[in-house]
């Protein structure tokens, strides 16, 4: 699979810059964007989609990501900014500052199904992080930040089960919020109903 996808991001000349988020659905914490810029000729084995990977495979790949790209940076928007401009350009500040952060310039910056207005050529790819070997290390890069600030959360506030659900709206977490209302982080923004907001 990783073949696949390396080979996809070689048919684009230059340094191809991937970029992917990681939170646009829960309920509470960031959304987290990553791009990075992987060499053309050195492939680590075991890169693709973030949500098909285990957390420790995630985590391993994570530091070989780090070490080996050419660039990258992680913007992190927090739950306030969701709230003022709604998550859609939450996710597009993010990862336009994840472009903009880079200390190389790249020749083609790929994006997974967003559109951003970018001083460099860009293409909106459909499930980008399934094709792509940038997008999918910058999928990589989004999740393991991200999940590793929900894990700090958990153990701030631990009634919310952050560390399993990463703020995601599983049965438990409603019925936390249920329980003991919103925590600081959550989404005011977002409809909770289920949780009995209502607003």
């Known amino acids: 699979m990783t073949e ?57 790949l994570f530091g070989q990501i780090v070490e080996t790209a050419v660039a990258y940076h992680v913007s992190v928007i927090d739950h306030t900014i969701i709230d003022e401009i709604n998550i859609l350009n939450a996710t597009k500040r993010g990862m336009t500052e994840a472009v903009e952060g880079l200390n190389v310039k790249p020749d083609i910056v790929l994006i997974d199904a967003v559109r951003l207005p970018l001083d460099v050529p860009t293409q909106s790819i459909i499930k980008g992080d399934a094709k792509s070997y940038a997008i999918a290390a910058a999928s990589i890069l989004a999740k393991v930040t991200r999940d590793r600030l929900m894990r700090e959360y958990d153990a701030q506030y631990p009634a919310y089960g952050f560390g399993a659900n990463k703020g995601y709206g599983t049965r438990a977490h409603v019925e936390a919020i249920r329980a003991v209302g919103l925590s600081p982080i959550h989404r005011r923004s977002f409809h909770l109903k289920a949780a009995g907001d209502g607003k």
């Open 4 to 60: 696949e996808l390396f080979a996809f991001d070689r048919a684009f000349p230059g340094l191809v810059a991937g970029v992917d988020e990681a939170g646009r659905g829960p309920l509470a914490g960031p959304v987290v964007c990553a791009c990075c810029i992987m060499p053309n000729d050195k492939m680590i084995d075991g890169i693709n989609d973030s949500k098909q990977l285990t957390e420790k495979r995630r985590e391993a």
